[in-house]
C-alpha cells in the first residue's frame, strides 16, 4: 500500500479515551491515503457521536466492509448511508443479510441485521456488493471473503440459527475480516472471528504467499472459550509470530488475559477511541 494508513477504533465495549462511549458493538474507521472507510458500523447507538468526537467524517466514507450479518456490526450502518454526502459501496458475503437468530429457551432471538439497515438501500442510491471471494475494496485493502473452518478446535459452538424457531442451524458462512500491507507486515482486523481467529489467520497468509502478520486487531470471539481452546489458540499465535495484538469486543476477560500474558510485548490495550498508525 502505498500512503499513510491509521486505524481508529469508533465502536468498542469498552472506551480508551475522553469524551467517547461504549456500546456491545465494533467498528473500524480506516484512513488509507485519500480513502475513507469502515470496517463494521457497531449498533449504531454510539458511531455518530464517536466519529465527531474522534475527527472522523462520516459524510465522507464511500466504502463500508461488513465483517458478518449480526446487528452489533451492522446496526450503525443505516446511520452512516444517511449521513454519507455521496453513494456508498457495501462489501459482504451473501448470507450477511440472511435471517440471523440465537436460540434460547423459547425458540430464536433476532440478532441479525436490523430491518432500518434494509432501507438504506431502497432507494437505489448505495450499492450492495455481495463476494464469497476475497476482493480489493480500496488499493491495497482487501477482505478476505469466506474463511475454510481447518481447525477443528474453532468450531462454533453457540445456538447461532437461521430461523425464529431455532431449527436451522447457523455456521455464519459470512464471517471475514479486512487485511491490509504495512511496514510491519500484514495487518488484519478482525469483526468476531466466527470462522477462528487461527483459520483466519492461516487463510490471510495463503492469500497473501506466506508474508508475516504484523498486527492483529478485533474481537476473536472467545468470550465462551473453553480454557484448553484458549490455550490453544495462545499455541496458535505463537507458531504465526504476531508483532502487534490488540483483543477487542467479544475476545473475553479471561482470554485477553491470557493473550496478554503471553505475550507482553506484543498485545496493547484497545477500546473505543484508539488509534494505530502503520
Known amino acids: 500500500m502505498n500512503g499513510s494508513l491509521k486505524v481508529t477504533v469508533l465502536s468498542d465495549n469498552t472506551v480508551a479515551a475522553a469524551g467517547v462511549r461504549g456500546e456491545h458493538g465494533l467498528a473500524f474507521w480506516i484512513e488509507a491515503g ?3 472507510l469502515l470496517f463494521d458500523t457497531g449498533q449504531g447507538l454510539v458511531l ?10 462520516l459524510s465522507g466514507v464511500a466504502t463500508i466492509v461488513l465483517s458478518h450479518g449480526h446487528y ?25 443479510f ?46 478476505t471473503g469466506e474463511i475454510p473452518r481447518r481447525h477443528p478446535e474453532e ?17 455464519l458462512l459470512d464471517d471475514q475480516a479486512v487485511f491490509m500491507s ?7 482486523l478482525l469483526g468476531c472471528a466466527h470462522s477462528g481467529v487461527i483459520n483466519t489467520l492461516d487463510h490471510v497468509q ?15 470471539h472467545l468470550g465462551s ?14 507458531r504465526i509470530e504476531i508483532g502487534l495484538l490488540v483483543p477487542l469486543h467479544c475476545t473475553g476477560p479471561q482470554a485477553t488475559a491470557a493473550l496478554c500474558t503471553a505475550f507482553p510485548d506484543a498485545c496493547r490495550p484497545g477500546g473505543a477511541g484508539t488509534v494505530f498508525e502503520f
Open 34 to 36: 485519500a480513502n475513507r
Open 48 to 57: 455518530a457521536d464517536n466519529a465527531q468526537a474522534l475527527g472522523a467524517d
Open 72 to 96: 452489533d456490526h451492522t446496526g450503525g450502518l443505516a446511520v452512516v448511508l444517511r449521513a454519507a454526502a455521496r453513494s456508498v459501496s457495501v462489501y459482504a458475503h451473501p448470507q450477511a
Open 98 to 143: 440472511w435471517p440471523k437468530y440465537m436460540r434460547d429457551a423459547v425458540g430464536g432471538r433476532h440478532i441479525g441485521v436490523p430491518a432500518a439497515v434494509q432501507e438504506g438501500f431502497a432507494e437505489g442510491r448505495n450499492r450492495l456488493l455481495l463476494s464469497r471471494t476475497q476482493v480489493e475494496v480500496v488499493p491495497g485493502i482487501r477482505m
Open 155 to 171: 468450531a462454533i459452538t453457540e445456538p447461532f440459527c437461521r430461523d425464529a424457531e431455532g431449527q436451522l442451524a447457523d455456521s
Open 182 to 188: 504495512t511496514p510491519r507486515g500484514t495487518a488484519v
Open 206 to 220: 495463503r492469500l497473501t504467499r506466506g508474508k508475516p502478520i504484523g498486527a492483529v486487531i478485533g474481537g476473536m
Open 225 to 238: 472459550a473453553t480454557p484448553e481452546r484458549i490455550g490453544w489458540t495462545v499455541r496458535e499465535l505463537r
